[in-house]
Nanobody, 119 residues
């Protein structure tokens, strides 16, 4: 069955970097738009970035556009989120998801990985 498994989260100092990975099982990975969203305690879930099947990336919040980069390796069924110059406000659980590129419906999602930015 198709699964998404995130890794790469952890504790990092302000100004540091992390690279999140999302490994997908199943053979339909390359047919889906992949994305990351995050949710901090007491705040609304926020879309961070997504990437279409052909590899064109998009980041959404203005606060992360210059610092975060999404990429994918279809041959390895993996999507990444490179996060640089991390700030305490980036602290959240980061979730990977797969979305039908035509309907926009999220079909698969991961369990999340915790990112904590603190000195």
């Amino acid at each position: 069955q198709v699964q998404l498994v995130e890794s790469g989260g952890g504790l990092v100092q302000p100004g540091g970097s992390l690279r999140l990975s999302c490994a997908a099982s199943g053979r339909i990975f390359s047919s889906y738009t992949m994305g990351w969203y995050r949710q901090a305690p007491g705040k609304q879930r926020e879309m961070v970035a997504d990437i279409i099947t052909t590899g064109t990336p998009t980041t959404y919040p203005g606060s992360v556009k210059a610092r975060f980069t999404i990429s994918r390796d279809n041959a390895k069924n993996t999507v990444f989120l490179q996060m640089n110059s991390l700030k305490p406000e980036d602290t959240a659980v980061y979730y990977c998801h797969a979305r039908n590129p035509l309907s926009g419906v999220v079909t698969y999602w991961g369990q999340g990985t915790q990112v904590t930015v603190s000195s």
